[in-house]
């Protein structure tokens, strides 16, 4: 499986950042989707509502899927890496 790695900062509300990739099958083009993906993860680290949109969060490239990553989309449609801050 093919997906696409989406390179992602927020910065928290105690002003930390958070840097991690949200990936999903590479036929998922629209910003929009994944940064509600992105959104969902955030609600999950306790920081709705901070800003996800292009600005934060791009297209950086493309992979094939690990088995982990498949298991996580078949579960929740994308995966998180988590690299700082989360």
Known sequence: ???AVWDTYVV???GETM???IIV???IKDEAVVH???KDYLSTKDQ???PL???ECRLCHQEVA???MVSGIAQKGYYIIEMEGC
């Open 19 to 21: 840097h991690f990739d």
């Open 48 to 50: 709705q509502g901070q």
């Open 66 to 68: 690990s088995p982990e």
């Open 25 to 27: 099958p590479d036929d």
């Open 36 to 38: 509600n993906m992105g």
């Open 53 to 55: 949109t292009a600005r």
């Open 12 to 14: 928290k509300r105690n």
């Open 1 to 3: 499986m093919k997906v």
